[in-house]
């Protein structure tokens, strides 16, 4: 019985497709390219992985330049060289170091921190896992036989993308540039109205209820300490 | 290339993201695994938008523009976002996620001080 079932589960693939494939493309012998994805994919993945797992939070920040720069290397396997640029511009360069600076402003602690992990991780992960399995089962069904060429002229050179972005998606872009200034400003907004906000009592402060406990004695020392010199500032 | 490799990298990446955001307790962890989710997705629309580039002759290139858009969108999600954190850092001593309950359901004043504190210990035990 389970002869047959197994017979029957290695049987399924073969009427449908996967030798007209395998014959143009070599299912069982990959290319260079595949391979250095693959591997890269596997540092990629790991990289991410760590960065969840990990209790030092100054090595989750750093483990995600891993795992961001190796999908910028992804971009390049995939002819897409002006993306894994940008990518290596902007994540690499200003996100994770965004990243670093509120570690840094926040005060994470430098080391192993217990309680970097909520106490509902175990839910977490069965979550995680049902949703990787399902996606990775429905991916695989529906492009098995699907293949990408690489060969050719690149598709995401510096100037295809440019051409394809100033003529066809130029309001978009417009649009984007006013959003980002929006942004900016949001975040000016933000800090300045936190200082502003210092000077009246605090609504819901967590020094004035019950669970002070809870939040360590010296975090609440230097927003104490400030009032005074920030009330000056927002008057 | 096969294109369920970079499919599967793709998925496993953003699965990766949201056992992050769900299990992660400080602030700008979650917004780190944010990250990650995005830059799946970004994986995909560029791996699908190679593999159409080939197969159709007119191409608007919509998966590479939409990856850069994703990319300055999430540049300034991060600046909000980490603008967001501090604030609150600034007003309540901390950036713990599971600490920050104002707006929770089911939960009065009293209960205030103990949730948090079972949670404390069971992440410790």
């Known amino acids: 019985m ?9 049987a399924h693939p073969g009427p449908s497709g996967v030798p007209l494939a395998a014959a143009a493309h070599g299912f069982l012998s990959p290319t260079g390219v595949e391979i250095a994805f693959l591997l890269v994919g596997l540092l990629t993945f790991g990289a991410a992985l760590v960065t969840v797992t990990t209790r030092q939070l100054v090595h989750a920040a750093l483990w995600l330049v891993v795992a961001l720069g190796g999908l910028a290397v992804e971009y390049l396997l995939l002819t897409a060289e002006f993306i894994a640029w940008v990518q290596v511009l902007i994540y690499v360069g200003s996100v994770v170091v965004l990243l670093l600076f509120g570690l840094m402003l926040t005060r994470a602690p430098i080391g192993r921190s217990p309680d970097a992990d909520s106490g509902n991780r175990w839910a ?4 995680a896992v049902a949703a990787a399995a399902a996606l990775v089962w429905v991916v695989v069904d529906a492009f098995r036989t699907t293949w990408i060429d690489l060969d050719g002229p690149a598709a995401g050179s510096t100037e295809v993308t440019g051409a394809s972005l100033f003529q066809h998606w ?3 872009f417009e649009a984007l540039s006013v959003l980002l200034l929006a942004a ?3 975040a000016i907004v933000l800090s300045r109205k936190a200082r502003a906000e210092k000077s009246s009592p605090p609504v819901n402060s967590r020094a004035s209820a019950g669970g002070s406990p809870v939040v360590p004695e010296s975090r609440n020392h230097p927003s104490g300490g400030h009032r005074p010199t920030e009330q000056e500032g927002a008057r | 290339m096969h294109l369920a490799y970079p499919a599967v990298l793709s998925a496993l990446l953003f699965c990766t993201g949201v056992y992050g955001v769900l299990a992660r307790r400080n602030a700008i962890l979650v917004l780190m695994s944010v990250e990650l989710m995005l830059n799946a997705v970004n994986l995909n629309l560029v791996a699908f938008d190679v593999w159409l580039s080939r197969t159709a002759e007119e191409t608007l290139h919509s998966g590479q523009a939409l990856t850069l858009f994703t990319i300055a969108i999430a540049a300034a999600e991060i600046g909000i976002g980490l603008a967001i954190v ?3 850092y600034r007003n309540r001593g901390t950036s713990d996620i599971d600490k920050l309950r104002d707006t ?9 001080g103990d949730a948090p504190a079972a949670e404390k210990a069971e992440a410790t035990a």
Not at chain 1, 124 to 127: C, D, E, I, T
Not at chain 2, 104 to 112: F, Q
């Open chain 1, 2 to 10: 389970t002869y047959a079932l197994a017979t029957a589960v290695t």
């Open chain 1, 124 to 127: 977490a992960l069965a979550v």
């Open chain 1, 170 to 172: 130029v309001l978009p």
């Open chain 1, 184 to 186: 900016l400003v949001g």
């Open chain 2, 86 to 88: 501090l604030a609150v």
């Open chain 2, 104 to 112: 929770a359901e089911g939960h009065g004043s009293g209960t205030d």
